[in-house]
């Protein structure tokens, strides 16, 4: 007969093993990026047998949301025409993805969605099919693109339109046709950090009245550069730093920041950007201040005395004419004339 025999000593690994399968348990292993977000509706999944009624009925109440969300738009997605000049690019890209968020009811899913189209690093060949949740704005996207494209881009989209229909029995996607005209406007890989170092020398400081385009125009080429990483932060200090140094108005913030030690943290290019953006600020309360004439303007001028004869009529022109308080007498200025100089 069977006895039941004590507790088994723990199995040893021989020295020198290593097992072909992972040490990581399945809940320890970390997530797949591929499956932070799912390519299904909840509502496509049958109701769980295991859970209660409310549950299922919370759940089926939510899949709804999600797919009111996905699948209803604030009005017409209207695509502005495609730019024909590389400079006028990057203003279209920003009105393109601010009237796709605006369109679609899905609010920073929808942000995150386009910025993915935008992203380079995200292969174009993963955008040939969109998921299902995003098939009705892609299919607005598609219509949009398909009625401003002209010329060899609107040939492109023809073809591809009619490969994907022949090879895949499918319609080309919206987000695959941004992502070509995107392409359009790209330049070489290995050049973007010299064309981004390119732009960002070009902006250059004019007058201390258009400090202000200047500060927005640096900007704009900061945040549109491909590789931000590659501009080092001392080296993005010191171009800021001798574009200020023609400011009389930074004059005094300059002299601020040349005595700081060089150990101090608030020496930094963040310091300087804020003294920029306070001057900025001063220079639009006072232009407000003297639009509403509240200080700082010049005082009406005070009435001529009754019978005074206009000085400027004497000497053959006045500006206010029949306007002006003072007397215009042909004789008089006969009579200042006749004096000469």
């Not at 219509?143 to 229909?165: N, Q, Y």
């Not at 220079?283 to 001028?301: C, D, F, I, S, Y």
């Amino acid at each position: 007969m069977y006895q039941q025999q004590g507790p088994q000593p723990t199995y040893q690994y021989a020295p020198g093993f290593k097992s072909m399968v992972s040490e990581i348990s399945f809940p320890e292993a970390p997530p797949n990026p591929a499956d932070a977000e799912s390519s299904e509706y909840e509502s496509d999944v049958e109701d769980d047998p295991n859970a209660g009624t409310a549950v299922n009925l919370a759940r089926r109440q939510k899949a709804n949301r999600q797919w009111r969300m996905h699948r209803e738009f604030n009005g017409t997605l209207t695509v502005a025409p495609i730019p024909d000049h590389a400079s006028k690019f990057k203003e279209w890209k920003n009105i393109v993805r601010a009237d796709i968020c605006q369109v679609s009811k899905a609010g920073q899913k929808t942000f995150n969605w386009i910025c993915k189209v935008e992203d380079n690093r995200v292969p174009d060949d993963s955008l040939r099919v969109c998921k299902k949740k995003w098939e009705a704005l892609d299919s607005k996207l598609r219509a949009s693109l398909l009625t401003v494209a002209h010329g060899d881009i609107a040939k492109t989209f023809e073809l591809l339109t009619e490969e994907e229909r022949v090879k895949h029995g499918r319609q080309i996607s919206g987000a695959f046709m941004l992502r070509l005209i995107y392409r359009r406007f790209q330049s070489k890989d290995s050049l973007a950090q010299y064309y981004d170092f390119n732009d960002l020398t070009k902006v250059a400081f004019k007058a201390d009245h258009l400090l202000e385009s200047f500060l927005n125009e640096w900007k704009s080429k900061l945040n549109g550069m491909e590789n931000p990483a590659f501009l080092q932060p001392s080296a993005r200090l010191e171009m800021f730093l001798r574009q200020l140094k023609g400011s009389a108005l930074m004059k005094w913030d300059l002299d601020l920041y040349k005595r700081m030690p060089k150990e101090d943290p608030t020496q930094s290019y963040n310091w300087l950007l804020s003294c920029v953006e306070d001057r900025i600020r001063e220079q639009r309360n006072a232009k407000v201040e003297a639009q509403l004439h509240h200080g700082g303007g010049a005082p009406p001028a005070i009435p001529a005395p009754a019978g005074t004869v206009c000085p400027f009529f004497n000497k053959g022109g006045c500006r206010k004419g029949d306007a002006c308080d003072m007397i215009h007498d042909v004789k008089a200025q006969r009579a200042f004339q006749a004096q000469g100089p």
